[in-house]
């Protein structure tokens, strides 16, 4: 049969009910010995009851040490807060009725029998969480001749564990395992801790938890249902989490991920991908956020990478709403207002310095420098859609004026420019001299007594007078051509207003692009920054 062995027993010790594994002499002393063992075990057993506390007087308190050694950690539940560890429990006492003097057995001093002969004492964890209430294993207990029982039993314990998620994955857990009788109070069994904490020296180590210790306590705590106290040990199990699995497949993935949410800035508005990116990253981290919160407890405590989830979601959200205002910006239609001078000046300036956007032929330490608008002639107007107007007051105009540099002036007073002489025709004809020059339309005034073309440079000889006013007097009644020409300039400078006023508030966008794209850059590093302190 199989023999159950005690550790820190001597070798030589016999067993009840079993040959003996060593005996000091030959076979006639261990047939001897044996012979006694039977006896001893025959007359212990005499009157004697396993179901009454082992006590001389009733009114006794009967003391109980107990020990526990951690050999592995099983499993740590944290959605329903359970513990799985496997203990190897002792638990001493001293029997009464179970003494005997060993030179009346041929020196025996020590036998094993089967705990379910004997008293032994019903202390229980008191914050079991198996559903099947298992006891521990039945094993032998070692009796020695002055009455000590000493009973050791491993048990798988499934126990309750309040699980505090707060800094996950960086976080520690404290479980208990509270150890007590059941039915005795403490007036008549009194629990002890034999040392100061758990025995860790046979722990296998946990690839997930770390443990920092496990300490003992002894408390008595009264009920209310009871006048008496009831005394218990409890051992204290301070795990800490190894972090390195979830860093590597939760956290760095999730700060990758945060880092191509600026990026949408980045992107060019005509592109069409910059709100795709954002909500890819957006159903990414839910994703990441889903697996968390499968193995969180549905607690109001909000794990830290959870935190850091919603932060990152947060901003991904605002990054898109405001991709979707600049792109709104960036195409606006040519029936748009003007970029207003304060926009002009923090925008186009200020802010496109710090951010870097600049045009072709710009620095960092100089802007471009606004182009002047000369009038194209004084008695030019068109309306909102390009037309040549009377220039009465019956009619709403708008004044448009064309940008024109030194170089253009001057190359309008080379000799060798064209010149086409053209009238207006109505009720107060003029004479104008009309001319096309790099693809701007200039007019001047042709006036019967010889006034200078309008320019810096002043003074025009009186052979080129003459040679004006005969040609300005020979197209003077070419009315339908002027208003065709005049028509067609009209159009082609609201074109080039037009160009200009788009083309500013694209680089209105542009600048908010880079403006965000940087905060935004910010933001993800201080929060990756900040929850990545935490593992130091």
């Known amino acids: 049969m199989l023999k159950t062995r005690t550790r820190g027993e001597d070798e030589d010790e016999e067993w009840v009910g079993a040959e003996p594994r060593r005996a000091s002499g030959g076979e006639a002393c261990q047939c001897a010995q044996s012979k006694y063992a039977q006896k001893l075990l025959t007359d212990l057993m005499t009157d004697y009851t396993s179901a009454l506390r082992p006590v001389e007087d009733t009114n006794d308190i009967l003391n109980v040490t107990l020990q526990v050694t951690l050999s592995h950690i099983i499993d740590m539940d944290e959605r329903n807060q359970i513990l799985t560890a496997y203990l190897w429990i002792r638990q001493v006492w001293f029997d009464a009725h179970l003494k005997w003097n060993k030179e009346d057995y041929d020196g025996l001093d020590t036998i094993r029998i089967p705990g379910s002969n004997v008293w032994r004492p019903d202390i229980v964890l008191y914050n079991s ?4 209430f298992t006891v521990p294993m039945d ?5 020695r001749h002055d009455g000590q029982m000493m009973w050791d039993s491993p048990a798988i314990t499934r126990s309750s564990c309040r699980v505090d998620v707060s800094f996950f994955p960086f976080d520690g857990q404290q479980c208990r395992f509270t150890y007590g009788s059941w039915t005795y109070n403490g007036n008549q069994l009194d629990i002890q801790n034999a040392m100061e904490s758990a025995d860790l020296a046979d722990l296998v180590e946990n690839v997930e938890w770390e443990v920092l210790g496990m300490p003992a306590e002894r408390n008595i705590v009264l ?5 008496d106290p009831y005394p218990d040990v409890t051992y204290t199990l301070k795990l800490k989490r190894r972090a ?19 990026l949408g800035f980045y992107l060019p508005a005509d592109s069409g991908e910059k709100v795709s990116l954002g909500v890819t990253v957006m159903l990414a981290l839910t994703v990441f956020q889903l697996l968390v919160a499968e193995i969180m407890p549905p607690s109001e405590n909000v794990p830290l990478i959870g935190k850091y989830y919603i932060a990152t979601m947060t901003m991904i959200t605002a990054s898109t709403a405001l991709t979707i205002f600049i792109m709104n910006i960036h195409h606006c239609g040519p029936d748009a207002k003007p970029v207003p001078k304060w926009a002009k000046t923090v925008i186009l300036q200020y802010m496109a310095r710090m951010c870097f956007v600049f045009e072709v032929g710009e620095n960092c330490m100089s802007a471009q420098p606004e182009k002047q608008e000369h009038p194209l002639g004084k008695n030019t107007n068109c309306n909102m859609n390009g037309q040549a ?3 009465k007051e019956d009619f709403k105009t708008e004044t448009c004026q064309e940008t024109m540099t030194p170089r253009i002036t001057e190359e309008i007073e080379h000799k060798d420019h064209v010149l086409s002489p053209l009238g207006s025709v109505g009720r107060n004809p003029t004479n104008h001299c009309s001319t096309w020059n790099n693809g701007i339309f200039i007019s001047m005034d042709c006036e019967d007594s010889g006034s200078q073309r309008r320019s810096r440079k002043g003074g025009v000889s009186d052979g080129g007078k003459k040679e004006k006013d005969s040609s300005c007097s020979t197209l003077s009644t070419n009315g339908p051509l002027q208003r065709n020409v005049e028509y067609i300039a009209n159009c082609y400078k609201d074109q080039r207003a037009t160009q200009k006023r788009t083309g500013e508030w694209k680089k209105v966008a542009k600048v908010l692009d880079r403006f965000f794209m940087w905060i935004f850059f910010i933001m993800v590093f201080l929060m ?8 130091i």
């Open 223 to 227: 009920y209310g249902c009871c006048a």
């Open 129 to 132: 969480a198996d559903d099947h």
């Open 389 to 391: 107007g009377p220039g």
């Open 139 to 143: 094993t032998n207990v070692v009796i």
């Open 528 to 535: 990756s920054l900040l929850i990545m302190g935490k593992a």
């Open 244 to 262: 390195s699995f979830y860093v590597f497949n939760l956290l760095i993935p999730c700060v990758m991920i945060s880092f191509l949410a600026p």
